[in-house]
């Protein structure tokens, strides 16, 4: 049956139209199915009449300006061992503004009605570039966008409020985007009243947000008679969900999503809530990504039910990462517990590939703390977090089998780790030179790893056995080793 011509198209289900008090930097599929499904949420239980004005980042989203920015969010898997699912119209978003149009940005700052900015732009989007010269020319990165937009607004509403709502998985995300932008103010030599109406007017909004979102999934036509119309910007998630916000009373007021009976905790303290969700759910796609891809695994949920790498995962978990997360351990060993059964969520085809995107930035913030606490505590590395390491640097090799690898990171950092293994002698001291020479690279981890006791040998010797061996070989050998 040919479903896209029996089947209405979701703009034929009628448009609710909000008032535009939220302001998003990014179309992705994780704001999508996160803030935009929460603030739906809110919408239909609370009466809120919050609409949405998304900006893209850098081209258009051909499926969502079709459908004149609606979609469906498919909701799949358990929760409480009860089987979830359930299919959500959104159509809270309004409009779409593209952000290299700096006349269409600055348009947005004149909405009178704007009250929340949010942004999900990677750990590495939020960032200053002293090659904007001019706030005059469209920035290149989001700090730079929202300098420009925000010294309109200041123009325009110097005494009105804003509440600035992060999504970046960076600690402090609020604060380093604040500094983000005053960096702009200063190199652009704008005005002090304008930095003024930045630290007294504009509230910045630290937060967590923990949801696994694969995006689109393969074959979304097969989905369109379940729910009734066609639609070629769904995108599918997992039950669970929580935005964890530390902010100002005025943010609480005007962007109350904890009342519509969601997992939106605001809170005095959000290190506790950061920390749990970086080490434990981060910290494991970022061990398994790699060494399950080598394996030859494609997904999340293959990884975890395979049976030489379910095994290494939940060692590392178990001794690596969970006896040195602070806090409550009985709260972060159920917390763990929901982790791994959302990993099998067989709903949800998580693609590890995915998850190697910025591996390295990835890795600073969701692993490194873990391999320091556990040195500090035992005075050596820790095995298999160190073998997540030498997986990640074969990884970045660019090829397996004689094939590329679909690398995702900065143009630079590729060039040089390839540009290495290039230069690399496959003998076993060859490869320990290679791995000296990465881990002190501090572009890579932000300080010199060799210091940490016993991590160089280590990573170098599993390296060694992945080359050699393929990775499974060397898992083997080394579960041997514990």
């Not at 348009?107 to 939020?126: K, Q, R, Y």
């Not at 605001?266 to 910290?283: A, C, F, H, M, S």
């Not at 090829?399 to 496959?426: C, E, H, M, R, V």
Request: net charge negative; proline share 4%; aromatic share 10%.
């Amino acid at each position: 049956m040919n479903i896209t011509s029996q089947l209405p198209a979701i703009t034929s289900l009628g448009k609710k139209i909000y008032t535009v008090r939220v302001l998003q930097f990014g179309t992705g599929n994780f704001l999508r199915a996160f803030a935009d499904w929460m603030i739906q949420k809110a919408n239909d239980h609370l009466n809120l009449d919050l609409g949405v004005a998304m900006v893209q980042s850098m081209s258009s989203h051909d499926n969502l300006l079709k459908q004149d920015g609606m979609y469906t969010v498919l909701t799949r898997g358990l929760e409480g061992g009860k089987i979830i699912s359930q299919a959500d119209k959104i159509d809270v978003v309004q409009r779409l503004v593209n952000g290299q149009d700096l006349t269409a940005l600055l348009a947005e700052a004149e909405n009178p009605d704007l009250e929340i900015i949010l942004s999900n732009t990677t750990e590495t989007g939020i960032t200053f570039n002293s090659a904007d010269t001019s706030h005059l020319e469209v920035a290149k990165t989001f700090p730079g966008k929202l300098t420009q937009l925000l010294l309109r607004r200041f123009e325009l509403f110097p005494t009105k409020e804003l509440g600035i709502i992060p999504c970046e998985l960076i600690e402090k995300n609020g604060s380093i985007l604040k500094q983000c932008i005053l960096k702009y103010a200063a190199h652009w030599n704008l005005p002090a009243e304008f930095e003024e109406y930045i630290t007294t007017r504009l509230y910045f909004s630290h937060t967590l947000v923990d949801r696994i979102v694969p995006g689109l999934p393969e074959n979304p036509q097969k989905y369109w008679e379940e729910i009734g119309h066609e639609d070629n910007a769904l995108v599918m998630c997992e039950p669970y969900h929580l935005w964890a916000i530390e902010a100002s009373p005025w943010v609480r007021q005007k962007f109350p999503l904890d009342r519509a009976g969601l997992n939106v905790i605001y809170t005095e303290d959000l290190e506790p809530y950061r920390v749990r969700k970086v080490r434990i759910l981060n910290g494991m796609h970022s061990v398994m990504a790699p060494v399950g891809y080598l394996a030859g695994l494609e997904t999340v949920q293959q990884a975890m039910e395979h049976e030489i790498i379910s095994v290494f995962l939940k060692k590392i978990l178990d001794e690596e990462i969970l006896p040195f997360i602070p806090g409550d351990q009985e709260f972060n060993r159920h917390y763990s517990k929901e982790v791994i059964e959302r990993f099998l969520n067989p709903s949800i085809k998580h693609k590890l590939i995915d998850i190697t995107l910025y591996s390295f930035s990835k890795f600073r913030v969701r692993l490194l703390p873990s391999i320091k606490h556990y040195e500090k505590i035992n005075q050596h590395a820790p095995s298999g977090l160190a073998f997540a390491i030498a997986a990640l640097l074969f990884i970045y090799r660019g090829l397996k089998a004689g094939k590329q690898i679909p690398l995702k990171d900065d143009p630079q950092t590729i060039k040089f780790l390839q540009d290495s293994w290039a230069d690399t002698n496959y003998t076993e001291n060859g490869i320990r030179l290679l791995v000296s020479k990465l881990l002190q690279e501090k572009k890579l981890w932000g300080q010199d790893l060799n210091a940490v006791h016993g991590l160089t040998e280590q990573v170098a010797k599993y390296l060694y056995r992945i080359d050699q061996y393929g990775i499974v070989a060397a898992l083997k050998e080394l579960q041997a080793e514990y």
